[in-house]
């Protein structure tokens, strides 16, 4: 059950070079595999099976759940509200266990290596939460790239990237509590791209996003589409989307479906 | 390898980020001080008029008492880190630790490093303002000496505050405790009146944690108050209760994460 339009191939470059960049930093006891050293078969992302039941006496919200993010692709999964969207992406993300099944990167669970598998996927949760109120935007994102452990002298340049990528040059100095909606959502999509991880999940992004910031945000996934990334984009069904997928897949009862 | 580096980074990010945030409150430092101006004059009225047996004169009360009130804030700025890992949970900021490579535990040893900072200088400034205002006397040969004992004493607090914030993270509230605690340890901990005129049974309690041991021990460097137990007998009880607390508070954070991710809790509060 994966997307189709490119191989499960490695290339040289992006992804590989990314790994062991990664490998790098964390020496050789948190050596990074990318498919060629990992588990046969490993893909960038996948879910095995994954269950998971909120109470004893309710239905699962998610039964059997297989679903694979191939190199290069973006995947979309939607949903009626309360259908399981969020759920899936919090296991994905390695938030949350699933009572069956498995979440992995590159064959790992985010249980085995958990650093590891925080930095190579980035979450974009729904809705506005998830930054400090009292904190500028420069300093949100400083905060952000040093918690996600990036190289000291790496970590200017990815803030300015990040400020010039996603339109907040005239922001940087302003306070969140003081921002729009909008602003704030691109601020997140900002702090979900600015450390380049290969896998990237969203939530509802366009949540509060005007025409330029879908465009931001349309032009971010290209560019990690371009380092042969991976992307998992998940909303309700009924909301307008101008963006194409290589697959597309219902949750309905649990379960996925092509949409 | 730049891990050791980039750890430190992230450490020191957390504490600006708490600097930032706490700097934008423009009059919390001045309302602060204003307090620890009030419980100093309150206590140095107090010490004028009260006399107990074992302190010779009203400033050696006021003395006893000055130590106490700056330990307080100390005590407050162990247990915060429950709370501030409630305010996380309840804005959503928690999740950015959760999806850090730097992860939830090192965040929230991270996350109580400011305030542990700020109560060593609000202890220092306590102090100051004893001896400016209220002719407090310090004994200044063996004031540098409190810096290394207070952290070993920090070492021994630290771990109760990661247990009541495990216990905030499992049971979501953990935090409405630790008002309860504090009290009772500043009962129990010889902040504000010796021990020896507590019944037998709390002077068992007081000295089985780590406060009355710190209190005593600041009380001997900073006033040069008289000690029960040895110097280094009461310095090996913290160094004892360091040693044994924070592995254990450590593996209980990480059980109530654990637990909060099995149950799909983790980030809700």
Request: aromatic share 10%; charged share 20%.
């Amino acid at each position: 059950m994966s997307g189709s339009r490119h191989a499960v191939a490695v290339p040289e470059e992006g992804v590989a070079a990314r790994a062991d960049e990664v490998a790098a930093e964390q020496g050789p006891a948190l050596e990074l595999h990318s498919s060629a050293a990992s588990p046969a078969g490993a893909f960038p992302m996948a879910l095995r099976g994954v269950g998971k039941r909120w109470h004893k006496k309710q239905a699962p919200v998610l039964e059997g759940v297989d679903l694979t993010l191939d190199l290069g692709t973006r995947t979309w999964v939607g949903g009626r509200n309360g259908a399981g969207k969020t759920t899936l992406l919090r296991i994905a993300a390695g938030l949350i266990d699933p009572d069956r099944g498995r979440a992995q990167v590159w064959g790992y669970t985010a249980r085995e290596s958990r650093a590891r598998y925080q930095r190579l996927v980035s979450f974009l949760p729904a809705g506005d939460r998830g930054l400090y109120a009292r904190l500028t935007v420069r300093r949100q994102l400083e905060f952000w790239a040093r918690i996600a452990l990036l190289r000291r002298e790496e970590v200017g340049d990815r803030i300015e990237e990040a400020i010039e990528a996603f339109d907040l040059a005239e922001l940087a100095e302003r306070r969140v509590d003081r921002m729009s909606m909008g602003q704030r959502q691109r601020l997140r999509i900002a702090m979900t791209f600015m450390t380049r991880p290969e896998i990237v999940l969203l939530d509802e992004p366009l949540t509060s996003l005007d025409a330029e910031g879908a465009a931001v945000l349309e032009r971010a996934i290209e560019q990690l589409l371009d380092r042969h990334g991976a992307l998992l984009w998940c909303s309700p069904i009924g909301e307008r989307l101008e963006q194409e997928f290589d697959s597309r897949w219902l949750l309905e009862g649990g379960r996925l479906v092509p949409a | 390898m730049n891990g050791p580096r980039v750890t430190v980074s992230a450490f020191t990010a957390v504490l600006r980020r708490d600097l930032h945030v706490f700097v934008s409150y423009r009059t919390r430092f001045a309302s602060q001080l204003l307090t620890a101006v009030f419980s100093l004059t309150l206590f140095y009225y107090v010490s004028r008029l009260v006399h107990v047996s074992g302190f010779p004169s009203p400033d050696s009360y006021f003395a006893y008492v000055v130590v106490g009130i700056a330990l307080v804030s100390v005590l407050y700025s162990c247990f915060s880190v429950a709370e501030l890992v409630r305010q996380e949970l309840v804005a959503g900021t928690f999740e950015r630790l959760m999806l850090s490579p730097f992860g939830p535990i090192r965040g929230m040893v991270a996350m109580s490093l400011f305030p542990l900072l700020y109560s060593f200088v609000l202890g220092a400034v306590t102090l100051g303002l004893g001896a400016l205002i209220f002719g407090l006397q310090l004994h200044w040969s063996t004031v540098p000496l409190s810096l290394p004992a207070m952290v070993l004493a920090l070492l021994a607090f630290l771990p109760f505050g990661l247990i009541f914030a495990a216990l905030t993270i499992s049971t979501k509230q953990g935090s409405v405790g630790t008002s309860w605690v504090i009290a009772l340890i500043s009962i129990v901990g010889g902040l504000y009146f010796p021990i020896s005129l507590l019944p037998g049974w709390a002077q068992t309690a007081a000295e089985l944690q780590p406060f009355t041991a710190a209190t005593e021990v600041l009380r001997h460097l900073l006033v040069d108050s008289p000690q029960e137990a040895s110097l280094g007998e009461a310095l090996a009880k913290l160094l004892g209760f360091a040693a044994v607390l924070l592995p254990a508070s450590v593996y209980a954070v990480h059980r109530a994460i654990r637990y909060g991710q099995r149950r799909g809790t983790i980030i809700e509060y």
